[in-house]
């Protein structure tokens, strides 16, 4: 009887150990998926301010070329010059997760 007492009691603490690990990976799997969604936001929001600003330029440029006297109209602050840049490619990261 102490034998299977014994038995059940290694089995149910493997079991809540087991669940234990289980919760904390989701809990973890949670905070990154709503670091994704934020890092998703913000990168949303930093496209259209890229798309507006290059809409601005496009328009200022096309009433320089066409001689407008609305030119003076656009405040220089709103004129904004982007250059491309090389981005990191993803797969340099994949190697350091910190998840096992």
Partial sequence: MVLVGLIAAVIGSAYVYVKNQHLAREDI????QEDILKYRDDSDQLQ???DTSLRTNEI?????RRKSTLTHKIPASAI??????EMPRADSYMGQTTLR
């Fill in 80 to 85: 904004i010059t982007i250059t491309p840049v």
């Fill in 60 to 64: 200022y440029e096309t009433l320089i």
């Fill in 48 to 50: 259209s301010r890229i």
């Fill in 29 to 32: 799997k949670r905070t990154i």
